[in-house]
């Protein structure tokens, strides 16, 4: 079969279509002919050799995927030959085929097409896991989502409003903002103009955010910090501004405030399992009647990945690009 390698760590142009082996099933997992795969922050950081797959992991990238499945372990049930399905991954995604837990597929969900179901899986997940699970939003919470334009913040967008939040977002231009106010943001901040801290506080009446949902890191904990509500979490899920930063213990104290930091490639398949079921029960029959949609911003060849990922390198998305086969 074929995959999308990195013959060198580097920039897109690094990305090549070549022959590598094939996937074998293991007794928990299925093998999954690939229809489509999307391109995450974590592929970036990978390509340019600065995020290795964890052990056991494909060297290609690709953290999700969708497919039909075309054998199945010999421990595997409720799931056949023939199936549609999408799958979250450690790694592997770019390929013709790739071999998945059982714990960590979810069928397509009525109404979602085959190759868009490939833009749900590892944002759903990191959503439900980090907003809900971990930070507990709850209707009536102020959610601020930096990157509101992303495949992130665009689902992170739309789940805050179906669970009765008020939902902040940053993003760099009035077109990306105009999208997520479609989406249903309510607190519309360019970060090139404005600040979001006094943005947000005026627009809550003082009160701040209960949750931040943050892809930055560094550059922001000061103002996240200043932001939040009393009783507020910070959940940061990126560091694209930085990883190291000091805090302020006493305002963390004085707003009796929790800073939890979250990923989800490196987990363990039982966690990863977990989270698959609370996403199934809980956010699969939203996304079934219309509540929260897969925003797609762009199909591309997977041979082709190398252009993908110079439009997300380049922030000129809005939602998830896809590798289609």
């Known amino acids: ?16 279509w070549h022959e590598v082996p094939e996937p074998e099933c293991g007794s928990d997992e299925v093998i999954l ?31 999700e995927c969708s497919g039909t499945i075309s054998a199945v372990g010999r421990d595997v049930t409720g799931w056949s030959v023939g ?3 999408c799958a979250l991954l450690a790694g592997g995604g770019y390929a013709e085929r790739v071999a998945v837990p059982a714990g960590q597929l979810l069928p397509v969900p009525a109404g979602v097409d085959l190759v868009t179901a490939a833009a749900l899986p590892e944002v759903m997940c990191t959503v439900w896991s980090n907003v809900v699970m971990t930070a507990g939003l709850s209707a009536g919470d102020v959610l601020l989502v930096h990157g509101g334009s992303s495949g992130i913040g665009t689902t992170a967008i739309q789940v805050g409003v179906a669970l ?5 977002v940053t993003a760099g231009t009035a077109s990306k903002l105009e999208r997520c106010a479609q989406l249903g943001a309510s607190v519309l901040v360019n970060y090139r103009e404005q600040d979001f801290v006094q ?23 000061d103002s996240n910090l200043d932001v939040l ?16 930063a000091e805090i302020d ?3 963390l104290m004085g707003k009796r405030a929790s800073l939890i930091g979250s990923t989800l490639r490196a987990r363990p398949s039982r966690e990863k399992a977990a989270i698959i079921d609370e996403v199934r029960h809980h956010l699969w029959p939203l996304i079934e009647r219309g509540a929260v949609v897969p925003v797609i911003d762009s199909t591309v060849p997977m041979h082709d990945a190398a252009t993908a990922h110079q439009r997300v390198q380049d922030s000129a998305h809005i939602g998830k690009v896809l590798l289609t086969l």
């Open 1 to 16: 079969m074929h995959a999308v390698v990195i013959t060198e760590p580097g920039e897109p142009g690094v990305l090549a």
């Open 33 to 63: 002919d690939v229809a489509a795969s999307a391109v995450n922050r974590a592929d970036l950081l990978q390509r340019q050799g600065f995020y290795p797959p964890p052990p056991g992991t494909p060297e290609w990238p690709g953290l």
């Open 83 to 85: 199936d549609r399905a």
């Open 164 to 168: 009765g939040a008020t939902v902040a």
């Open 199 to 221: 943005t947000v506080r005026e627009a809550t009446g003082g009160h701040g955010a209960d949750i931040v949902l943050d892809i930055i890191g560094a550059k922001y904990l």
């Open 229 to 244: 509500a009393t009783g507020g979490r910070i959940v940061v899920i990126g560091l694209q501004g930085g990883r190291k």
């Open 249 to 251: 213990l006493r305002a």
